[in-house]
């Protein structure tokens, strides 16, 4: 199973990207995809999760500005994020669940910053 995010950079505070995850391989039994994100001197945290059934799941600290969305037929995941913060700034990386193992992406950088 490959995992391959797109779609960071640099953007300005209250602005906004879109990132995308495209999965290929041995799919058969995805139960759930996610955004997690990690900040330089900080574990990695869970940002937005959607399973099987559609049902989503956040952070507190992006709750009503970040939206997690798939596309099931393209086996992608996507992340819209706007009012976009300097605490926002991380390494964002896409996960799937596949029959209890976690699959990531390498990763991609956002920075929000003037």
């Known amino acids: 199973v490959q995992v391959v995010e797109s779609g960071g950079g640099l953007v300005q505070p209250g602005g906004s990207l879109r990132l995308s995850c495209a999965v290929s391989g041995s799919i058969f039994s995805i139960s759930a995809m996610g955004w997690y994100r990690q900040a330089p001197g900080k574990q990695r945290e869970r940002v937005a999760t959607i399973i099987t059934g559609g049902s989503t799941n956040y952070a507190d600290s992006v709750k009503g500005r970040f939206t997690i969305s798939r596309d099931i037929a393209k086996n992608s995941v996507y992340l819209q994020m706007n009012s976009l913060r300097p605490e926002d700034t991380a390494v964002y990386y896409c996960?799937?669940?596949?029959?209890?193992?976690?699959?990531w992406g390498q990763g991609a950088q956002v920075t929000v910053s003037s």
């Open positions: 996960n799937i669940v596949q029959l209890g193992t976690y699959y």
